[in-house]
């Protein structure tokens, strides 16, 4: 019997180490699979950053009717600036998305043209800022100043707006653009030569003795009108357009049917197509490079568009 007792003694010793191996071992299966599932929600997380992509993309997807609308998807605010209170141009209005929910915008100065006020520009505040820009129609110094002189006060406008301005902190100030009517529009141009870093310039039915402007690295889109009696296209809108370096990013569209005081009221085709360029080039959104490329065709409201599709990156 103690012989029987011997033999069954080492037989049983046996058993407690194996379940000793197996519970290593299933804790070593339990950290592998924990590993693998942290590496599996990392590797899920990426798409979600890849969508991301373009941190400015603002607003929902458009569409033609999104952009040819009165108003766009966010509601603004606004706030007047009195000549009194700046230096190097005259004042005027902002408009600005009202939420902060989205974070920073992107931001356009808009000069008025010769002997004009912000009120004849004064309707692309709230319907540019609706689409998601900062915007401020401004007044000149005087009413009589030239392209040159615009040109210095839409950029000093562009520093008040981001550097003083109650609604600093909701502007990007790496993201900036100039627009302008007649010669606010040769003052987009001269703003635009000056400072190579914006991101966007829109001269309309645009008047400027300078013809020529090689040295523009500002993505433009120049709108003149088959009308222009003022400053016809032949002379200025076409040769301004022509003379912009042929690897820049840029549009000649001319309204049909239209004058020079096309700009200085709501325009469903001046408002369509500078949302579109603002929103490419100032938000690098190229959800909107479908109402650039391919080139528009001439309709009842387009006489002509020329231009390049988007450069892409």
Request: contains cysteine; charged residues 20%; hydrophobic residues 35%.
């Amino acid at each position: 019997m103690q012989d029987k007792d011997d033999t069954a003694r080492p037989t049983a010793s046996p058993v407690p180490a194996d379940r000793a191996g197996r519970r290593r071992r299933s804790r070593l299966m339990a950290g592998l699979l924990a590993t693998a599932a942290a590496a599996a929600l990392t590797t899920v997380a990426v798409p979600g950053a890849q969508a991301a992509d373009n941190p400015y993309e603002r607003g929902p997807a458009p569409s033609t009717s999104s952009i040819e609308a009165l108003r766009g998807p966010y509601s603004v605010s606004q706030t007047s600036v009195s000549s009194l209170s700046v230096t190097g141009f005259g004042g005027g209005t902002i408009y600005y998305p009202t939420t902060t929910s989205d974070g920073t915008f992107g931001a356009v100065v808009v000069s008025p043209g010769f002997t004009a006020y912000e009120s004849s520009i004064a309707w692309l505040g709230p319907r540019l800022a609706s689409q998601g820009f900062v915007v401020f129609t401004i007044d000149t110094n005087t009413t009589l100043d030239q392209p040159d002189s615009r040109g210095r006060q839409l950029l000093a406008a562009l520093d008040y707006l981001t550097d003083r301005s109650l609604v600093r902190s909701r502007v990007d100030s790496s993201r900036l653009g100039v627009m302008g009517h007649s010669m606010g529009g040769g003052g987009t141009l001269e703003a635009a030569k000056s400072r190579p870093s914006l991101q966007a310039a829109i001269p309309l039915t645009p008047w400027n003795l300078d013809k020529s402007w090689p040295e523009v690295r500002t993505p433009t889109l120049v709108i003149g009108a088959d009308g222009d009696s003022v400053a016809p296209v032949s002379s200025h809108s076409e040769p301004f357009y022509q003379s912009l370096p042929s690897s820049l990013d840029k549009a000649y569209l001319e309204l049909n049917n239209a004058t020079h005081f096309a700009p200085n009221t709501s325009d469903t085709t001046i408002a369509k197509y500078s949302i579109s360029w603002l929103k490419r080039f100032i938000d690098n959104d190229t959800r909107y490079e479908q109402f650039l490329c391919p080139i528009p065709r001439p309709s009842l409201t387009i006489e002509e568009y020329r231009g390049t599709c988007p450069h892409t990156s």
